[in-house]
């Protein structure tokens, strides 16, 4: 059988007839926002938040997105108190460590062991007396003096024996015999710092003195110096030569003492005379003084008032005493501000340029105080004793007699105040200077023997050596605590610590904000142009073509 006749079993098939494509009729307008290349492009607001929350750094918040392993509701529940716990103990961290930055910002550390002595200032070495005044110096007074009629010389005798006491504006006072020595004073013509430097000279304080194993004048190195215990004898003291007169010229601050060397047969050696050591029997006197035959050391700072807070010692006759001082220099920076117990920014340390001091020139934390108990002074009674006379003179402000000695001693409880007070038109808010140095001294007393005494040195006198300790001494430096380098690695170090993420993580989160912000403004924009389409602009009709 030919081959041109099919088979009967095969089928018979006409070709398929093409279809018309409608929409090459029909010419609907482009809507490129339908089109699945452009749906494939915009992802929706959720898909950007699923996508962050499968591929973010922060852990945990991947069992919120799809992921293959079902987390279940229970589970995203436990997570969500997880992260919250781990927010809160971030977040109290971080406000703790913020608040131990801001209240303590410094920290100390020794910058060295090694600093040579002679670059540190040598101590200031106040010699105040304390021992009534001995027969014989009181007797030489009352040869010299005009006595009132009214006033006997025994009660002379017996008031000369604690004049440098009743004096001082801080030593409580009897008003009975107020009057019959202001009576004296004035039939003599003397001022209460006459009266005083008579009675306390120092010239007749010491037998002899000595700096480096070389003996030196006692008059011109022992200058007479105002102190919180009346008129006192000062070595290496300036602040009452810069004290408003040089500091108000221009002048340049006096140059402060130093030693080379180191040792007990080195610094100051001082012979007190036995005339300022009187062993008298004391114990039926009106004020009844406990010492009878001390005299009292300070060890201070050269620009320090010698006030209550400096070192003091106590050297008796026939005594000698050793004061080994071991200095050391604090260096703080200047402009750092931390907080302190009522919220207020306070400077760390006080610069001396800075120095917000009214009546001292130099800023120290003595002087601070010095300088607040000068104020309460004058405005309770309106004077300053003698012991402020070069403020008082400067600055105009009236000398204290008797009266005012006795207005002081009322108001003693008020003025006396040694830490920060608030008070009307007085405020006493003390700091520490930028740069400081401390004097710890190390004390050693030794009895002489009699035969140990020479012809400098008779009995009854009493020996002072002030020297350095060793040939060395420490800095200590207060820096910072955290710089922005510090504070960064600290708080990242917290985030990581609760959350597991890091700077990039913040990075991240800045990021996602972006996309999602941008997928929901291209969403809404979507769904507006639709929105248009379907409400009349554009109808899509179908066309049946037959």
């Known amino acids: 059988m030919s081959k041109r006749f099919p088979k009967k079993d095969r089928k018979l098939s006409r070709p398929p007839i093409d279809r018309i494509n409608v929409k090459s009729i029909v010419d609907f307008p482009k809507d490129e926002n339908n089109t699945p290349e452009k749906n494939k492009q915009t992802p929706t607001p959720r898909d950007v938040f699923n996508n962050y929350l499968e591929s973010t750094s922060v ?3 991947q069992y919120f997105g799809k992921i293959d392993i079902k987390v279940g509701t229970a589970g995203k529940i436990l997570w969500t108190c997880t992260i919250l716990i781990c927010f809160i103990c971030l977040s109290l961290m971080v406000v703790q460590f913020l608040q131990r930055y801001n209240q303590n910002p410094t920290n100390t550390y020794i910058k060295t062991f090694e600093a ?16 009534p005044i001995s027969m014989k110096k009181r007797l030489a007074i009352l040869e010299n003096a005009f006595l009132p009629k009214n006033v006997s010389r025994e009660f002379l005798l017996n008031l000369l024996k604690y004049g440098h006491h009743i004096m001082n504006p801080y030593t409580e006072k009897n008003v009975e015999y107020f009057g019959k020595l202001e009576t004296f004073l004035e039939a003599n013509k003397w001022k209460i710092p006459d009266f005083l430097k008579i009675l306390t000279p120092c010239e007749e304080m010491f037998e002899s003195c000595w700096w480096s194993a070389e003996r030196i004048n006692c008059v ?34 006096p140059k ?11 610094g100051l050696k001082l012979v007190i005379s036995n005339e300022m050591l009187t062993n008298e029997d004391n114990t039926n006197d009106f004020m009844r003084i406990t010492y009878n035959n001390n005299i009292m050391i300070l060890i201070h700072h050269s620009m320090d008032f010698p006030g209550f807070t400096s070192n003091t010692y ?11 001082v071991k200095p050391t220099a604090i260096l703080k920076p200047e402009g750092l501000y931390h907080r302190n117990k009522d919220n207020q920014l306070t400077p760390v340390c006080i610069a001396d340029k800075a120095n917000p001091l009214e009546y001292m020139p130099v800023y120290r934390h003595e002087n601070c105080y010095t300088n607040c108990k000068a104020k309460m002074m004058y405005k309770f009674c309106g004077c300053l004793p003698f012991i402020f006379d070069p403020i008082a003179e400067f600055y105009n402000i009236p000398h204290c007699k008797l009266d005012g000695l006795q207005c002081i001693q009322q108001k003693l409880g008020q003025i006396t105040a040694a830490k920060d007070i608030k008070n009307k038109n007085v405020t006493c808010s003390c700091g520490n200077p930028c740069f400081d140095v401390l004097y710890d001294g190390l004390p050693n007393t030794i009895s002489m023997m009699k035969a140990n005494f020479s012809k400098t040195r008779t009995e009854g006198t009493a ?16 820096l910072p605590a955290a710089d922005m380098t510090y504070l960064l690695a600290s708080i990242g170090g917290i985030f990581s610590l609760f959350l597991g993420c890091s700077f990039l993580s913040l990075v991240e989160i800045v990021y996602f904000l972006y996309l999602f912000c941008r997928a929901v403004y291209l969403h809404g924009r979507t769904e507006s142009r639709t929105r248009e389409i379907s409400d009349g602009s554009f109808t899509h009709r179908r066309r049946h073509v037959y």
Request: with cysteine.
């Open 220 to 253: 011109k190195s022992m200058k007479t110096a105002r102190s919180a215990y009346g008129l006192c004898c000062s070595f290496n003291y300036y602040l009452e030569d810069y004290l408003f007169i040089n500091s108000r010229r221009g002048h340049p601050k």
């Open 256 to 266: 402060l003492l130093s030693s080379a060397s180191f040792g007990r047969w080195s």
């Open 314 to 324: 106590i050297v008796r006759a026939d005594d000698e005493l050793e004061i080994a």
């Open 59 to 61: 852990h945990g918040l």
């Open 116 to 131: 040579p002595i002679y670059k540190i200032p040598f101590p200031a070495v106040t010699v105040c007396p304390v021992a």
């Open 463 to 478: 020996i002072v050596r002030v020297y350095m300790y060793s040939q060395v001494y420490q800095i200590l430096e207060t």
